[in-house]
């Protein structure tokens, strides 16, 4: 099950606190209701009974808070959904694994999205340590995303996508360190059909995956 970013739990909180004014407001007005329609007893004529005025204010005030309770609802919806189709969700928190022997992580080179703190923490419930790379030999592009899942997550439907250039062509980004498989198979996921992920030697000399246009791999 994913976790909820903090602007979703947000909305809910506020759409509990607003159900809460109007149980209240309900149950302010149903008291007011009854009080309303007191008896009074007269003593004097054997214990007769008969109407009188009782306290009805609880009918004001539930109404009051009642039509809040209803307005706040509503304003909490609209908040939600705008809320709720802006914010990614964040993937479940990993379960604490040992630290990876050396020779088992991968290393991922980075130009675009996968930088992002909430990418990272969709992707991998966490940030993830990175150093500042570049790869020479390749230039950026652009490419327009249409997966609806990867633009909530990125806050784009634009990305960088990269292709050959000229040995003169330097593309600066950061190298990701992943210690898991189940890391870079949930990149593989993210990145869409227009990417073909590929080995390639960083200006480092550190060999890292990197993710280009399908058509150049």
Not at 192 to 199: E, N
Request: glycine content about 12%; hydrophobic content about 40%.
């Amino acid at each position: 099950m994913k976790r909820l970013s903090p602007g979703q739990r947000w909305v809910i909180g506020l759409g509990a606190f607003a159900l809460v004014c109007l149980v209240v407001g309900i149950i302010a007005i149903a008291v007011g209701i009854t009080n309303g329609g007191a008896e009074c007893v007269d003593f004097e004529d054997e214990g007769m009974t008969y109407p009188c005025p009782g306290d009805t204010s609880g009918v004001l005030w539930g109404s009051v808070i009642g039509i809040i309770g209803l307005l706040h609802l509503g304003l909490t919806g609209l908040a939600g959904a705008l809320v709720w189709t802006s914010t990614p969700t964040i993937a479940p928190r990993p379960v604490k694994r040992p630290t990876p022997l050396p020779g088992e992580t991968h290393r991922v080179f980075s130009y675009g999205t996968l930088q992002q703190p909430l990418v990272q923490e969709s992707l991998f419930g966490d940030h993830v340590p990175t150093t500042p790379a570049s790869l020479p030999g390749w230039r950026l592009d652009w490419v327009t995303i249409t997966d609806p899942e990867v633009i909530r997550t990125s806050g784009s439907d634009r990305h960088p996508i990269l292709r050959r250039g000229s040995q003169d062509d330097v593309v600066e980004g950061v190298a990701l360190t992943l210690g898991y498989e189940w890391q870079l198979r949930a990149v593989d996921r993210y990145e869409v059909a227009d990417y073909q992920r590929i080995r390639v030697t960083l200006a480092s000399g550190w060999t890292a995956w990197v993710y280009v246009a399908a058509d150049e791999a």
